[in-house]
C-alpha cells in the first residue's frame, strides 16, 4: 500500500442514481494475497507480490510464449491478468475506480522489457455481448491512454486507431495521458456515470490529480449486467516480454450526489 499522486478519471454528466448505500471494494497486496480468483493465466514469469522498501504490490509479467486458449487470446497477442472485483451495472449509477501503475525500469524489472509498446494494462469488462471491454487504460508508441471503444465512437479530436490491441472495431475514442515514466508509479482513478445513452456518456481524465481531457458523446457502458474490473499486461504484438506493477486497487459505489460533480 502506498501515498501517491492520482491520475482521475471521471465517466460523467448526465443522471445520478438514486439514494443508496456505497459498497466498496478494496486491495492493496499488503497480506500478500490476491482478490477473487487471484492470476488467470499459466503464465511463464508468474504473477507474484513484491515487497519493495516494504511496500506489496502486484507484478504482471506476459512473455512470448504466453499466447492461445490458456490465455485467453490468439497468437501471438500474450496476457498477464487478475480479476480485482465487480459492481452491478444501473444506469445513471456513480461508479469510482482507482488503481496505482507503474511500469518499471529494467533495474526494477531485471531482464524483462518494460511495457511501453502496444499494451493494455488495466480495463473495465461488461459482459453479455460479442463485445466486452468497455474502457482500458494502456500504452502505445512510449505513451500511456484511455481508451473507450463503445460503438458508435464519436468524431473529435481524440479519435485514434489502435490496431492489434483492439482487434474489430479498433477505433476508439482516446485520451493522451502522456509519456510513460518508466519506474514511476502514478494513480489512476476513475469516476463514472454508468449510461448506455452516448448522450449521457462522458470521461474526463486527470493525471496526477491535474485535467488531462474529456471523452464526451459516447456510452459508458455496453449493457445493465455488471462491470468487471481486471489489472493486466496484454502484449499486442507478443514479440516482447511486458511487465507492470500493480497497487491499491478498488472499485466504490456511490450515493446520489449533485448535478455538478467536482473530483478533487
Known amino acids: 500500500m502506498r501515498v501517491l499522486r492520482s491520475i482521475t ?11 443508496a448505500e456505497a459498497t466498496t471494494i478494496s486491495w492493496d497486496f499488503e497480506q500478500s494475497t490476491w482478490p477473487q480468483f487471484g492470476p488467470c ?5 508468474p504473477t507474484v507480490i513484491v515487497t519493495e ?26 496476457r498477464a491478468e487478475v480479476v480485482i472485483g465487480n459492481l452491478t451495472s444501473v444506469e445513471g449509477a456513480t461508479r469510482v475506480y482507482s488503481i ?35 474502457s482500458w487504460i494502456g ?37 493522451d495521458l502522456g509519456p510513460i515514466d518508466l519506474g514511476v508509479w ?3 482513478k476513475i469516476v463514472m456515470i454508468e449510461s448506455t445513452n452516448p448522450a449521457v456518456g462522458r470521461l474526463m481524465a486527470y ?3 491535474v485535467l488531462i481531457g474529456t471523452l464526451a458523446n459516447q456510452a459508458t457502458i455496453r449493457n445493465l449486467t455488471y462491470t468487471e474490473i481486471y489489472i493486466d499486461v ?31
Open 9 to 19: 478519471f471521471v465517466l460523467a454528466l448526465g443522471l445520478w442514481g438514486g439514494l
Open 41 to 45: 493465466c499459466p503464465n511463464a514469469i
Open 53 to 78: 522498501n516494504g511496500n506489496h504490490f502486484s507484478r504482471l509479467t506476459a512473455s512470448t510464449t504466453d499466447c492461445g486458449p490458456s490465455y485467453f487470446t490468439t497468437c501471438p497477442r500474450t
Open 100 to 134: 496505482d501503475i507503474r511500469f518499471p525500469s529494467p533495474a526494477q524489472a531485471p531482464a524483462q522489457a518494460p511495457s511501453g509498446h502496444d499494451s493494455l494494462v488495466w480495463q473495465m469488462v461488461n459482459p453479455g455481448g460479442p463485445e466486452l471491454r468497455t
Open 139 to 175: 500504452s502505445q508508441n512510449g505513451r500511456v491512454y484511455l481508451g473507450n471503444p463503445i460503438q458508435p465512437v464519436p468524431h473529435t479530436q481524440y479519435e485514434v486507431n489502435l490496431g492489434n490491441i483492439q482487434g474489430p472495431f479498433a477505433t476508439v475514442q482516446a485520451i
Open 186 to 188: 502514478h494513480t489512476y
Open 207 to 209: 493525471r496526477d490529480g
Open 234 to 264: 496484454v502484449e499486442a504484438q507478443g514479440n516482447m516480454t511486458g511487465v507492470a506493477d500493480f497497487d491499491n486497487a478498488s472499485l466504490a459505489t456511490v450515493p446520489g450526489a449533485p448535478m455538478n460533480l467536482r473530483v478533487q
